[in-house]
């Protein structure tokens, strides 16, 4: 399967204490790789782990590709900041939603379900998420 990966997805499958790290080492095995990110995503992970190490070997090992151009895409993510307001988003998940709108068959893997539930790609399209089960 075909996805994108968030911050809350990438700690869960470092952390072993984080309370989703079972769901996220058990989708690891059903996602093809590499998984695509953006830059955001991978500081805020290296942030959350206090170590840069587990990101540098993902992208070392192959297991994930930076594969968006914050420059390139300015003007797009100027527009959802303003669409999205309210919600005060970060610029990780402003790069994903754009990220999904480029890519549309690849699923957003994320924890943070009620801020994805609400955004939508090309204005009208729910995001395909992957997201952990409800408890």
């Given at each position: 399967?075909?996805a ?6 990438l ?27 953006c ?5 805020e992970?290296?942030?959350h ?7 540098l070997?993902?992208?070392r ?18 527009d ?14 402003l790069?994903?939603?754009?990220m999904s ?5 690849h699923?957003v893997?994320?924890?943070?379900e ?15 998420l992957?997201t952990?089960?409800?408890?």
């Open positions: 399967m075909d994108i990966a968030d911050t809350g997805y700690v869960a499958l470092f952390r072993k204490e984080d309370q989703h790290h079972a769901w996220a080492t058990g989708l690891a095995s059903e996602l093809t790789l590499p998984l695509l990110t830059e955001p995503v991978l500081a992970t290296a942030f782990l206090k170590s840069s190490a587990h990101v070997a993902l992208l090992r192959g297991g994930i590709r930076i594969a968006f151009d914050c420059a390139s895409n300015l003007e797009h993510l100027r959802l900041a303003a669409r999205y307001d309210n919600r005060k988003p970060d610029l990780a998940d790069c994903l939603i754009r709108e480029l890519h549309p068959r699923a893997i994320t924890v943070d009620d801020d994805f539930r609400v955004y939508r790609r090309n204005k009208r399209e729910a995001i395909p992957l952990p089960p409800k408890k």
